[in-house]
């Protein structure tokens, strides 16, 4: 299998899982991963121990006139650079992931006459998957779409792929009395500085809690020094790291999320049953964050913070309200649970496998 994607969290990491689950299946299967000098995967597969081949691409959506000019005419060359890597690796599957690398690597493939797919991980799809939908043979989604942007006959609704570490039962033991209530802070994986700086000003508000309380902050690599020197001027108990790698053990011993509300973030904390703070990149293409954070917010699972709103005082009476309260952080914390996915990565790897066999799978929907 070969899976092209990447650039950010939201995208790699279903990527990952679906190949934790593809590898599962058969200890002969291999996996190769396609993206850019530039993502995140560069860093974390080389630590996961994937092996990663580049293209020499960038995005062109939301640049100036000149910089998308000079991005789109990078897109022969990389399709030229796809054609030698899959000539190369003779791939059964290819799955684009979204990202930059999944356009040129997965519209290559089906020229080559190889079977291929992508991943939709949010409520409203990007340009790139809109557009190789009609090339694919098979699309997998996070979310029903009953045939608005995606014909019907080829999709197949899985849920969004999740790593087994987040998955799987970790037999926690129950929390002691006199450990303090942890909040777990993360703006994807490049950090996000309007979330960072009202985590601060939050804190600076949450004094009469020291003793209580314990932020772990993943703050990207532009915050690190700024975020440490402020919880150590509020004399505040703080793990701040630009980038954590044990992102599973991190959510497992968190009591409180405070993130965007990108589709895998979702995705994992349903799958884990937390409760989290959603504050949207209102920037996002189609404002799609805040329709995936209204879903968990809706099922009374999640509490939203539009950007616009989100200030130390708001986000400090958020946090002091839930400390305040067990009982409601309890009963958010099963509705959370009970839109968790397990499965989705299992899906996507069987139907995958079914498809490079040779079987054809119709509108078929594997969510209850």
């Known amino acids: 299998m070969m899976i092209a994607g990447g650039g950010t969290g939201g995208h790699l990491f279903p990527g990952i899982a679906i190949a934790e689950a593809f590898l599962k299946k058969d200890r002969e299967n291999e996996v190769l991963f396609v993206g850019t000098d530039r993502g995140l995967e560069k860093r974390v597969l080389k630590e996961l121990g994937y092996s990663l081949e580049t293209l020499d691409i960038e995005g062109i959506k939301g640049r100036s006139w000149k910089r998308s000019m000079q991005a789109a005419f990078k897109i022969p060359g990389s399709m030229m650079q796809a054609y030698t890597i899959i000539s190369k690796y003779s791939p059964d599957v290819v799955i684009g992931v979204g990202g930059y690398a999944s356009g040129p690597a997965v519209l290559t493939a089906h020229f080559m006459g190889i079977k291929t797919a992508i991943a939709e991980q949010n409520a409203l799809p990007g340009v790139t998957n809109r557009i190789l939908s009609k090339f694919v043979d098979k699309i997998f989604l996070s979310f029903p779409d009953r045939g608005q942007w995606f014909p019907e006959a080829r999709s197949m609704v899985t849920g969004n792929p999740i790593r087994a570490s987040f998955a799987a039962d970790q037999n926690m033991p129950e929390k002691k009395e006199e450990e303090p209530f942890q909040i777990l802070i993360f703006g994807g994986s490049q950090g996000a500085h309007a979330i960072n700086m009202a985590v601060l000003a939050a804190a600076a508000e949450l004094e009469i809690f020291r003793e209580k309380l314990k932020f ?35 959510y497992r011993e968190a009591d409180l999320i405070i993130c965007r509300a990108g589709a895998t973030s979702v995705a994992e904390i349903t799958a884990m049953g937390k409760v989290a703070i959603f504050v949207p990149f209102p920037f996002a293409i189609n404002d799609h964050q805040t329709k995936n954070a209204e879903i968990l917010v809706h099922a009374k699972a999640a509490i939203m913070i539009p950007e616009k709103d989100l200030s130390g005082r708001h986000l400090a009476d958020t946090i002091e309200r839930l400390i305040g309260h067990p009982a409601i952080i309890e009963d958010m914390s099963k509705r959370s649970n009970a839109l968790g996915n397990f499965r989705a990565a299992d899906d996507v790897a069987d139907a995958c496998i079914k498809m490079a066999q040779g079987a054809t799978l119709h509108g078929v929907s594997l969510t209850n």
């Not at 915050?223 to 505040?236: T, W």
């Open 216 to 250: 772990v902050h993943q703050t990207g690599e532009k915050d690190v020094q700024e975020i440490r020197d402020a919880y150590k001027d509020l004399n505040m108990n703080a793990e701040v790291q630009p980038f954590i790698m044990d992102m599973a053990k991190a």
